[in-house]
């Protein structure tokens, strides 16, 4: 196995005991592959949930520009109910697993060719 599919197997593995969400593991490789080179760094890897910045950059790159989502009060309000299904106090939240969850949340799975 690859640096990546050790990558994958960690996110299921977060999204099954941190998340309790079962993950489909194809939907979860392509959030992963897109995700890039970020899932390779340590700081771009994980979000800064407590960085209002941050949280604005998941908003805008990924929901709007990729998940193409009109801007709405709605899109925060989902990032915040991903990270609290994530835990509060889970020091940390990987991109990929914020990014998975909120592709389900708005049942945007076709973005990656599937559903």
């Known amino acids: 196995m690859g640096k ?3 990558l994958i197997a960690l ?5 099954s005991h941190k998340c309790g ?6 939907l979860l490789g392509k959030v992963t592959i897109g995700c890039g080179p970020a899932i390779y760094n340590a700081e771009t890897a994980v979000i800064a949930v407590n960085d209002p910045a ?3 950059m998941v908003k805008n790159n990924f929901l709007i520009r990729k998940l193409g989502l009109a801007d709405s009060a709605e899109l925060m309000d ?3 109910s991903v990270l609290e299904t994530y ?3 889970e020091p940390v939240k990987y991109r990929a697993v914020v990014y998975y ?3 389900r949340y708005f049942g945007k799975e076709s973005i990656y ?3």
């Open 78 to 80: 989902a990032i915040e």
């Open 101 to 103: 969850m909120l592709t």
């Open 54 to 56: 941050e949280l604005q």
């Open 11 to 15: 996110y299921a593995s977060d999204l």
């Open 21 to 26: 969400v079962v993950p489909d593991m194809e």
């Open 87 to 89: 835990g509060r106090t």
């Open 4 to 6: 990546r599919d050790d």
């Open 113 to 115: 060719g599937l559903g």
